[in-house]
């Protein structure tokens, strides 16, 4: 076995034994370029939160594997492709736990305060705030899909997008790298660093 092999393995195990929040911290620190290994295990997990799901699907860029120049001139093995196709799939299927709600179903005011979105925090929907631009909106990051989507050829999507991938989540956690007291580092949870490094493996 390579010490990469090795590696995730002691990793995987690690989050086998962890809660879906957990699951949900280590997806938005997480290191792209070390690969979607992680990330695929754990969109494949019945646990899985659908904010999780979500998180990961917007994180990967969707947008880059729109036909806007005709037929899709991407490698279909592309991991990232791959594991964003897996997500919508069982999006579609309802596999993952959770809801979704349109911004525009409340009143403003009486959404944030129900959900705990603060100014301060940046997690303000409101157009024209920091936090309506954030990476973490969902609301943005549909609407930049969609209107790529618009320039391409209909026959030629890949993807059927649903709009509620797109929506804020009724149990929508502050996204960040730390949540619920998980400190990270480099994109692993600190207590998985010091059994790492417990093993030699860090």
């Known amino acids: 076995m390579s010490d990469e092999a090795k590696w995730q393995g002691y990793f995987l195990d690690y989050l086998s034994k962890q809660p879906p929040d957990l699951w949900h911290s280590v997806a938005r620190g997480w290191n792209w370029s070390s690969g979607t290994w992680a990330l695929k295990w754990i969109v494949q997990q019945d646990k899985c939160m659908r904010e999780t799901a979500q998180a990961i699907f917007w994180a990967g860029n969707p947008e880059y594997y729109l036909p806007t120049d005709g037929l899709a001139n991407f490698d279909k093995t592309d991991e990232v492709f791959e594991l964003l196709s897996l997500i919508l799939e069982r999006w579609n299927a309802n596999f993952y736990k959770g809801k979704t709600t349109s911004l525009f179903d409340f009143p403003y005011s009486l959404y944030c305060q129900i959900y705990g979105f603060t100014d301060e925090a940046g997690y303000f929907f ?51 790298t730390r949540i619920r007291g998980y400190s990270m580092s480099e994109g692993y949870p600190d207590e998985f660093v010091e059994l790492a490094k417990k093993q030699g493996l860090w």
């Open 126 to 176: 409101k157009p024209g705030t920091i936090g309506f631009h954030s990476p973490d909106n969902p609301i943005v990051s549909m609407s930049s899909f969609r209107d790529t989507e618009a320039q391409c050829n209909p026959k030629h999507l890949i993807w059927k997008v649903p709009n509620n991938i797109g929506w804020p989540m009724l149990s929508r956690r502050k996204l960040s």
